[in-house]
């Protein structure tokens, strides 16, 4: 009876929605729709006789190093942009404040969302030459289909090309909410997008994307050219020399693979059975400052999700990524726990530090490192406060040490002779190099674990001065022994 009465209210939900325009529809019925991702092409790399590009190891962006400097160029899905880049502006529909995607808007034609723009990241350093620059409007995207779009502007003024403050000026209404939209869409444009300013010194980097019209799914294959890379400048300081550049890419459907891990779950070795776990990015507050995060918590977004995706290739685990305070529920159910230095003076009220103690007394594992690489930044001497506020509230004898050398997180299952390089041996403004973690035991067991190194930055790849593949593994043995039943 239950059963029948089930089905007859679904047919009478089906009757009051069959020929409804209205979105709602989609809520419940939501239409199928292909993933697509854009990867640097395989074949452009076979077949290009210049063997300075290479494929950067543990990602999807495409490099050519010159060894006096070097650039990155990689894809940026709405899904990322939506979910790491500016979460929190990607929420309210037609009225959110990210640039680059609709957000979480849905079509009422077709319930679904389209692409608003095709983003890619662009990342140059410069190691030795005095001055060389780059100029976004010097970028074009060609596809097999006979596009040809030129790379937005920032602003209008003195623009070559469509500017992203016209576009969106064009779509702007009259009331006060636009204008604020409209601000706070620009003011992430200003702080993200590459413009023609100042040259990158010798020894600075310099990252932000550059934006096209959205690319159409029947594209196979496309290249983004850029004109006049500068790479030196005459005794007038005018630009004086010049190389052009051409990067690959192939747009091609997402594996299930792949979609789950855009989405937080990382499957493990296919000829393993898969354990599901999941891993906390802490979210906490901060004193105000002048650095420009998106989520002060998360100064390297795509740190933690680029080590969880190479532990679930490492690994037989799955695991899900979750970002939350340790007081929420969704910490209790994680076995490890990253809190990331921002730069800026944490703020760790009582609750914070109660709720770290609970966390790591109901058998949690707290992984903390250093994101920013500043002399005036004391991050050693913030978390240790912390790590010395939550000891005594901890079960069980405890004491802070260094980790020794023979310890399984350099063991498990990659076995390391010596400590990996950290951000602070490949940043020279270091002095202080670090050649041990510290650690929280509790009865013998490591509990929280703090380093100096900068590990994350190097996960994340916001810097590429070397082959990270120890770094990586090293993640891997975290989460290993994090995972472990202890």
Same mark, same amino acid.
């Given at each position: 009876?239950?059963?029948?009465?089930?089905?007859?209210?679904?047919?009478?939900?089906?009757?009051?929605?069959?020929?409804?325009?209205?979105?709602?529809?989609?809520?419940?019925?939501?239409?199928?729709?292909?993933?697509?991702?854009? *990867?640097?092409?395989?074949?452009?790399?076979?077949?290009?006789?210049?063997?300075?590009?290479?494929?950067?190891?543990?990602?999807?962006?495409?490099?050519?190093?010159?060894?006096?400097?070097?650039?990155?160029?990689?894809?940026?899905?709405?899904?990322?942009?939506?979910?790491?880049?500016?979460?929190?502006?990607?929420?309210?529909?037609?009225?959110?404040?990210?640039?680059?995607?609709?957000?979480?808007?849905?079509?009422?034609?077709?319930?679904?969302?389209?692409?608003?723009?095709?983003?890619?990241?662009?990342?140059?350093?410069?190691?030795?030459?005095?001055?060389?620059?780059?100029?976004?409007?010097? *970028?074009?995207?060609?596809?097999?289909?006979?596009?040809?779009?030129?790379?937005?502007?920032?602003?209008?003024?003195?623009?070559?090309?469509?500017?992203?403050?016209?576009?969106?000026?064009?779509?702007?209404?009259?009331?006060?909410?636009?204008?604020?939209?409209?601000?706070?869409?620009?003011?992430?444009?200003?702080?993200?997008?590459?413009?023609?300013?100042?040259?990158?010194?010798?020894?600075?980097?310099?990252?932000?994307?550059?934006?096209?019209?959205? &690319?159409?799914?029947?594209?196979?294959?496309?290249?983004?050219?850029?004109?006049?890379?500068?790479?030196?400048?005459?005794?007038?300081?005018?630009?004086?020399?010049?190389?052009?550049?051409?990067?690959?890419?192939?747009?091609?459907?997402?594996?299930?693979?792949?979609?789950?891990?855009?989405?937080?779950?990382?499957?493990?070795?296919?000829?393993?059975?898969? &354990?599901?776990?999941?891993?906390?990015?802490?979210?906490?507050?901060?004193?105000?400052?002048?650095?420009?995060?998106?989520?002060?918590?998360?100064?390297?977004?795509?740190?933690?999700?680029?080590?969880?995706?190479?532990?679930?290739?490492?690994?037989?685990?799955?695991?899900?990524?979750?970002?939350?305070?340790?007081?929420?529920?969704?910490?209790?159910?994680?076995?490890?726990?990253?809190?990331?230095?921002?730069?800026?003076?944490?703020?760790?009220?009582?609750?914070? *530090?109660?709720?770290?103690?609970?966390?790591?007394?109901?058998?949690?594992? *707290?992984?903390?490192?250093?994101?920013?690489?500043?002399?005036?930044?004391?991050?050693?001497?913030?978390?240790?406060?912390?790590?010395?506020?939550?000891?005594?509230?901890?079960?069980?004898?405890?004491?802070?040490?260094?980790?020794?050398?023979?310890?399984?997180?350099?063991?498990?299952?990659?076995?390391?002779?010596?400590?990996?390089?950290?951000?602070?041996?490949?940043?020279?403004?270091?002095?202080?190099?670090?050649?041990?973690? &510290?650690?929280?035991?509790?009865?013998?067991?490591?509990?929280?674990?703090?380093?100096?190194?900068?590990?994350?930055?190097?996960?994340?790849?916001?810097?590429?001065?070397?082959?990270?593949?120890?770094?990586?593994?090293?993640?891997?043995? &975290?989460?290993?022994?994090?995972?472990?039943?202890?």
């Amino acid at each position: 009876m239950k059963f029948k009465m089930k089905n007859t209210f679904f047919l009478l939900f089906l009757i009051l929605f069959s020929g409804c325009d209205s979105i709602y529809q989609y809520i419940f019925l939501p239409p199928e729709k292909e993933e697509y991702t854009i *990867v640097p092409s395989a074949d452009f790399l076979k077949t290009n006789k210049d063997t300075l590009y290479k494929i950067a190891v543990g990602s999807q962006s495409l490099v050519y190093d010159a060894k006096a400097w070097k650039l990155e160029i990689k894809y940026m899905s709405d899904y990322q942009l939506n979910n790491f880049e500016f979460p929190e502006e990607s929420k309210s529909g037609e009225f959110s404040g990210n640039p680059y995607t609709y957000a979480n808007w849905l079509d009422p034609e077709t319930g679904l969302t389209p692409r608003r723009f095709s983003v890619f990241k662009v990342t140059i350093y410069n190691y030795t030459s005095t001055k060389i620059n780059f100029d976004p409007e010097q *970028v074009m995207l060609q596809t097999d289909r006979g596009d040809n779009l030129k790379a937005f502007a920032r602003e209008k003024k003195n623009a070559r090309n469509l500017s992203i403050e016209e576009y969106f000026q064009k779509l702007k209404g009259t009331s006060g909410v636009d204008d604020d939209v409209f601000e706070t869409r620009m003011g992430i444009s200003r702080r993200t997008m590459h413009y023609y300013g100042k040259p990158i010194y010798k020894g600075d980097s310099r990252d932000g994307l550059i934006v096209f019209d959205p &690319v159409v799914e029947n594209v196979k294959k496309m290249k983004i050219s850029i004109k006049n890379f500068v790479l030196s400048y005459d005794e007038n300081n005018d630009p004086s020399e010049f190389t052009d550049l051409v990067f690959s890419f192939d747009q091609r459907a997402m594996t299930d693979e792949e979609m789950l891990t855009q989405r937080g779950y990382v499957p493990g070795k296919l000829d393993s059975s898969k &354990v599901i776990m999941s891993a906390a990015l802490i979210k906490y507050n901060s004193q105000p400052g002048q650095l420009t995060y998106e989520n002060p918590w998360n100064p390297v977004p795509r740190s933690i999700p680029n080590i969880i995706s190479y532990t679930g290739r490492a690994t037989n685990y799955t695991i899900r990524l979750i970002n939350c305070g340790f007081g929420e529920p969704e910490a209790a159910g994680s076995k490890i726990a990253f809190i990331l230095g921002n730069g800026l003076a944490p703020e760790f009220s009582n609750s914070f *530090v109660n709720s770290m103690a609970d966390y790591v007394n109901g058998g949690g594992t *707290v992984f903390i490192d250093n994101c920013y690489f500043n002399s005036e930044y004391p991050f050693k001497q913030y978390f240790e406060e912390l790590i010395k506020s939550v000891q005594p509230q901890l079960k069980g004898k405890s004491e802070i040490k260094e980790i020794p050398a023979g310890h399984e997180i350099y063991s498990e299952p990659y076995k390391m002779s010596e400590i990996p390089q950290g951000m602070d041996n490949l940043n020279q403004r270091i002095l202080i190099k670090a050649d041990h973690l &510290v650690g929280l035991f509790v009865e013998g067991k490591l509990r929280v674990i703090l380093s100096t190194k900068g590990y994350p930055v190097l996960w994340g790849e916001e810097v590429s001065y070397t082959d990270i593949t120890r770094q990586l593994e090293f993640g891997v043995n &975290v989460f290993t022994y994090a995972f472990k039943d202890k």
